[in-house]
């Protein structure tokens, strides 16, 4: 089983609309959750820290579930220019290292 | 925010040969990671660069192939040696930094692209 498992998708949205991606994760110990974007041929950008309470950044907002050991990002109103891959990313070991997900897709069209 | 810059941006190399990739940071940081991408995946760790000792290479990656250098607080080298084609990938380096909201954050370099023939 791997360590963070999402949906690849690819998720094709017409602008406007809303769209969730799930993540799970396999470590209970995991400290620390983060959302990246990366976009084609680029590196990966964090897009948001996912808190206990959820936390929201304009039309972004992030959940994270201890106890099911899940991750969600909702993006409301899209718009073309969120057409990326979204990387779940959780930390594991005592120096902070990253596990990342294979990511999924999102493409928003016209 | 920390700004990394890595060289060569992208590289085609013989089968057998050695590429060392580097990677400049703008502000002094204690870790240093290095990643790899392989075409289609997502990000898997090689190994912690922590200035002043040993890298910590993860499982799967060994020092022979992949040495790493950490001589001060803002640079790093990975070297990919006797390539082969399996070792084309996008290598990325990342640096961790503290956020004023408290907890720590990584920012990546914008990877290096290396083709082996």
């Known amino acids: 089983r791997k360590e963070v498992e999402q949906d690849p998708g690819p998720f094709n949205v017409p602008e406007g609309a809303t769209v969730a991606f799930n993540c799970t994760y396999s470590n209970s110990a995991s400290q620390s959750f983060f959302w990246y974007r990366q976009d084609c041929r680029k590196e990966p950008k964090l897009l948001m820290s996912v808190y206990s309470s959820g936390n929201e950044d304009g039309r972004f907002t992030a959940q994270l579930n201890r106890a099911s050991q899940y991750i969600s990002l909702l993006i409301r109103d899209s718009k073309l220019s969120d057409s990326a891959t979204y990387l779940c990313v959780v930390t594991s070991g005592g120096y902070n290292k990253l596990i990342f997900g294979a990511g999924t897709r999102l493409a928003v069209h016209p | 925010s920390a700004v990394i810059s890595q060289k060569p941006s992208r590289d085609i190399c013989q089968r057998g040969t050695s590429l060392t990739i580097q990677c400049q940071v703008d502000s002094q940081v204690t870790m240093m990671f290095w990643y790899r991408q392989q075409p289609g995946q997502s990000l898997t760790l090689i190994a912690t660069a922590n200035q002043g000792s040993e890298a910590t290479y993860e499982s799967g990656f060994v020092i022979d192939k992949f040495p790493i250098s950490r001589p001060n607080l803002t640079f790093s080298t990975l070297t990919v040696s006797n390539m082969s084609p399996e070792d084309s990938s996008i290598y990325l380096c990342?640096?961790?930094?503290?956020?004023?909201?408290?907890?720590?954050?990584?920012?990546f370099g914008p990877g290096t692209r290396l083709t082996v023939l």
């Open positions: 990342s640096v961790e930094t503290a956020l004023l909201a408290g907890g720590l954050q990584q920012f």
